[in-house]
């Protein structure tokens, strides 16, 4: 075997190896490039692609190659500011409810004390696309999970049949996002997503004979 067929062949079984982890690191620095930019008070409408690529020390092409716009970057970098989702116990319909309705407490008392959500979050609302991508890929799925729970809740004779379960949702996350947005000066205390679920679900188990 040649010089010439033996050492290319050591080279490709090496390079994807090492280029993945490359890959990786340069999206966690582009998408923290931009979170710096918005920790330091910069708007939507002044991060370009070319001040995002001087922040995280990389070329425009290696932002386009990986986003189309600078709209689906920064959906990239809301799903990166948020909590991970939590994981469900499964052990009935209200833990699991507990579960969520905590996840979105630890999630405001997050946006409260970092910058990046606040401004990430008041940005968003001015952009209807960025928010049209935000709701079908965080917000839709995250709703769809908590209505599986609760036909899970009607099915094993948790919750009553006759319950609109939309309605039921709301009722649920509505106190929490109330806390969270429109008080912000309101208390959110341990024990908070308990005491939610246990008033909501009080009057609507089914009679036991």
Do not use: C
């Not at 507990?98 to 001015?126: D, G």
Request: aromatic share 4%; hydrophobic share 40%.
């Amino acid at each position: 075997m040649s010089l010439a067929e033996s050492r290319p062949r050591t080279q490709q079984q090496e390079w994807p190896v090492r280029g993945r982890p490359r890959s990786e690191a340069v999206e966690r620095a582009i998408i923290e490039g931009v979170m710096k930019l918005m920790e330091d008070g910069v708007s939507l409408a002044d991060l370009s692609i070319e001040r995002i690529a001087r922040t995280a020390g990389v070329g425009k092409a290696t932002i386009y190659r990986r986003w189309n716009n600078k709209e689906d970057l920064f959906v990239d970098v809301l799903r990166a500011a948020d909590p991970e989702d939590p994981e469900l116990p499964g052990t009935s319909m209200r833990d699991d409810l507990v579960v969520l309705l905590e996840w979105l407490r630890q999630r405001a008392l997050a946006s409260r004390s970092s910058a990046i959500l606040r401004n990430v979050q008041a940005q968003m609302k001015s952009s209807p696309k960025i928010w049209a991508a935000y709701h079908a890929t965080v917000i839709a799925p995250r709703r769809r999970l908590s209505l599986d729970i609760l036909r899970r809740g009607q099915r094993n004779g948790e919750l009553r049949t006759d319950v609109d379960i939309d309605l039921m949702n709301d009722m649920l996350v509505a106190p929490m996002l109330v806390r969270s947005l429109l008080r912000p000066e309101a208390p959110l205390e341990e024990g908070l997503s308990e005491r939610i679920v246990d008033t909501a679900l009080e009057g609507l188990r089914p009679v036991r004979s």
